[in-house]
């Protein structure tokens, strides 16, 4: 009973959190495997409780238990697409995609696809900039009407990402027939990719992705080692610690433009001048 109980308070302040606004929104890079270029930003939510930053993992299940997740999301979409149109005319950053995660609760709602329509007209942002993370088992709960889902949202431009990948269930026949843009392998793979078995899931995760046409991220890249060998595995894409952690808007602003100053020193002229070098690092 004490368990429910405090359930259900922390279900009421976080309902009360999100009408205050008190969610913050921090995003983490993603670059190019090959260049270093940061291509895009996924958007991690936090809730300010007073002096604490409250980490997802301790109220996203909590919210998922209820309708809440969906005013969370919808919350978190439109932050989201906000500071998409924010950076829209910036020189580093009007060219950054915005991954935004999503319940697998929100994936079968009816009002999806209405809401993120109309997120982006509201902010005036173009549809191909959002990229919409869903994770294997929101798609297996039902194929059918998942599947419908992406389909409508690629429709009108917008990307769709499996996050996660790796650690659900799903096999290449249920991939053939859904919409996919991206392919994001599980950090637990990264993390051991020492081991000769993780190493060879992820070059037939690497294969299969690009056989359906996906680009292929690798999430929780963490050392040198991880990035060379993930390289060598052909993955496109890379985000992790070893890039830079999640971090507020503000700090994103200076983080690309202290790489793109680091890029230009590297080059023979100034980089800058001639708009190359958008890398984080
Ligand atoms: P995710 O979407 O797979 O996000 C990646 C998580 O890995 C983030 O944790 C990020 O901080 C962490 N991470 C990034 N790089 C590294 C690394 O190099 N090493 C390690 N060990 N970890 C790394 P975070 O921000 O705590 O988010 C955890 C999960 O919470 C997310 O996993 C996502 O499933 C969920 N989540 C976050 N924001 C939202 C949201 O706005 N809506 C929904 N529905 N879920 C969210
Ligand atoms: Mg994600
Ligand atoms: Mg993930």
């Known amino acids: 009973r004490d368990e429910v109980n405090r359930l259900t308070i922390v279900e009421s302040r976080l309902h009360d959190a999100i009408r205050d606004d008190h969610l913050e929104l921090h995003y983490q890079q993603v670059v190019d495997g090959a260049t270093g270029a940061t291509l895009g930003v996924e958007a991690l939510v936090r809730w300010r409780d007073g ?9 996203i299940p909590i919210a998922e238990r209820s309708e809440l997740i969906l005013e969370l ?11 998409a149109a924010r950076w829209a005319n910036e020189p580093r950053l009007g060219h950054l995609t915005f991954a ?12 999806l696809v209405g809401q993120i329509r109309s997120a982006l ?25 998942a599947a419908e889902t992406l389909g409508q949202l690629r429709a009108m431009g917008v990307c769709v990402a499996i996050d996660d990948f790796g650690t659900g269930y799903t096999s290449i026949a249920h991939l ?11 950090r637990s793979f990264v993390s051991n990719i020492d081991r000769f078995d993780d190493r060879t899931l992820i070059k037939l995760i690497v294969e299969t992705g690009h056989l359906l046409g996906c680009v292929v991220i690798a999430e929780g890249v963490e050392t040198p080692h991880q990035e060379a060998v993930l390289r060598s595995l052909g993955v496109d894409q890379i985000q992790g610690y070893l890039i830079g952690p999640p971090i507020p808007p503000s700090e994103m602003v200076i983080a690309l433009a202290r790489g ?5 020193e590297q080059l023979p002229t100034s980089g800058i001048a001639q708009g190359v070098g958008v890398s984080g690092r």
């Open 51 to 59: 002096a604490t930053l409250v980490p997802p993992d301790l109220f």
């Open 260 to 264: 793109a100053l680091v890029a230009a």
């Open 176 to 186: 053939r027939g859904l919409p996919i843009d991206i392919l994001k392998i599980d």
């Open 73 to 83: 999301d919808r919350w978190v979409l439109d932050a989201a697409v906000a500071q």
């Open 121 to 145: 007209a509201r902010h005036r942002v173009d549809p191909s900039r959002l990229i919409i993370e869903v994770t294997e088992s929101a798609l297996l709960n039902d194929l059918e009407a």
């Open 100 to 111: 935004v995660n999503l319940s697998s609760r929100h994936v079968l709602a009816r009002s």
